[in-house]
């Protein structure tokens, strides 16, 4: 019998290492925050995971507390609030100062009481807390716009970027890690929830940068005379030069010339893009930006649908970083989290909006032979941290998840699983030899 006992106690132990294990690698757990204001007064609308409702804030102090310790805070805030200053149990903390609408911060020591002290004005939807451990995925870290591009995506409104460039951005920034960057030649403050997809949408394909607006507020144009009057020639092409010179870009794509389905500002943004591909190298040009970036000459750009050195794009090769899911199924996943422009619109790899279709309007490193990759002829040389794509075909994914809108419960990981499965083998064994010993004894 003291076999048995000795044999028992070892199994205990590992379960007990399984579980210790098992929690330090678990998804960080939520926490409920409680919000007051400094009068004690409760903001519920702060804690109900509801973006639209939303609490104007004075410039007076906001505290958090939660009845567990707390090592992250993440706030979404409904327009770029300004920065903000804080204290975590007494030690400062601050943050705003990117205009981040979805922004997380790292609470490393942990603390039980938070306080903020955003700028009078400021608009906030939600906050949520988080404890020790790896944050869920739908919890968006985003870095700041990037200095230096490989692959710069300029499209006009939230949701064309999965519509018409297709698996573009989870081929290359989530499979291959690119540096990939996204302007938009519109913005959306008009329509409080559309940003809020926009960021949805690109943090599910494998963005991680964030994205640029203009100052061009989001409206229809039934012609490219229309949008120009409404943006002003000059303007336009300012804009995008000003993206080129910023982004250095290796590669660039743009819209259709005829506007996709004939939207005027589609047709602008194009335009303006070509004509700005062709001036963004001379410094005597826009000098302003000149001044500010130094000048750039983009060695390569491809236009949706252009009719000359077309291309056509694979999106149907299983991506590892996304559990085998295509480049296409990727992007129809993230254009769902556009949920507002669901019932117009469909992203399509075939017909006249085809998503897989590009032309190379503008190169400096001569015309595509083999096709089926923004980067080729880009050499070494050139571009330092290119990697020729060779994506291993994987098993046939499972059937696509639809989006919630909501946080998703926690899932293991691969590297959970990994060491998992040897531990439960483990107690397998240890269970059969237990089982083996007593029954000899009862002999």
């Known amino acids: ?21 098992s929690a330090a690698e678990a998804t960080a757990a939520e926490i409920a925050p409680q919000v007051t204001d400094e009068a004690g007064n409760r903001y519920g ?5 509801n973006r639209n409702s939303k609490l104007e804030l004075s410039a007076q102090t906001l505290t958090i507390t939660a009845d ?13 609030p300004g920065a903000w200053s804080g204290a975590a149990d007494g030690t400062a903390v601050s943050g705003g100062e990117n205009g981040f609408l979805h922004e997380y911060v790292p609470l490393e020591s942990g603390c039980n009481t938070l306080t903020i002290t955003p700028q009078a004005g400021a608009l906030c939807c939600d906050i949520y807390l988080f404890g020790a451990g790896e944050l869920p995925d739908w919890v968006q870290r985003w870095q700041p716009p990037l200095e230096d591009a490989d692959l710069l995506l300029l499209p006009t409104h939230a949701d064309d970027e999965h519509l018409y460039f297709g698996g573009a951005m989870p081929y290359y920034a989530g499979e291959l890690q690119k540096k990939v960057q996204v302007v938009y030649f519109t913005n959306h403050w008009a329509e409080p929830y559309r940003p809020h997809e926009l960021l949805d949408g690109l943090w599910t394909v ?13 409206r229809y144009a039934d012609s490219i005379e229309q949008a120009r009057a409404m943006v002003g020639e000059e303007e336009g092409i300012a804009f995008q030069v000003e993206q080129l010179r910023r982004f250095k870009p290796e590669v660039v794509i743009g819209h259709d010339l005829n506007g996709e389905y004939g939207h005027g ?5 194009a335009y303006t893009l070509q004509q700005a591909l062709e001036l963004s190298g001379d410094p005597q040009q826009f000098p302003d930006s000149a001044a500010q970036y130094g000048v750039w000459e983009v060695p390569k750009a491809y236009l949706h649908l252009y009719p000359e050195n077309q291309i056509t794009m694979d999106w149907d090769v299983p991506l590892e970083r996304f559990e085998g899911k295509t480049a296409l199924e990727m992007a129809v996943l993230g254009f769902a989290e556009h949920r507002s422009q669901q019932t117009y619109f469909k992203v399509e790899d075939f017909g006249p909006y085809d998503c897989r279709l590009f032309g190379l309007c503008h190169s400096t490193v001569g015309a595509d032979v083999q096709g089926g990759d923004f980067f080729e002829n880009l050499a070494a040389e050139d571009y ?22 909501q946080p998703e ?12 499965l040897p531990a439960a083998a483990a107690l397998v064994v ?5 089982l083996f010993v007593y029954r000899r004894n009862r002999r």
């Open 206 to 218: 494998g963005v991680t940068a964030y994205p640029v607006f203009s100052d061009v507020v989001d």
């Open 1 to 21: 019998m003291k076999k048995i006992g000795c044999l028992l106690a070892i199994l205990a132990i590992c379960a007990a290492v399984l579980g210790t294990v």
């Open 68 to 80: 567990e310790r707390f090592y992250g805070v993440y706030l979404i805030w409904d327009q770029p």
């Open 45 to 49: 609308a702060l804690e109900d995971k």
């Open 409 to 420: 419960p926690p899932k293991k990981d691969g590297n959970e699983i990994n060491w998992m």
């Open 430 to 434: 240890l269970g059969a030899a237990v």
């Open 265 to 269: 500002m589609h047709k602008f943004n």
């Open 384 to 405: 330092s941290d290119y990697v020729a794509p060779t994506p291993t075909p994987t098993p046939t994914p499972a059937a696509t998840p639809q989006p919630t809108g």
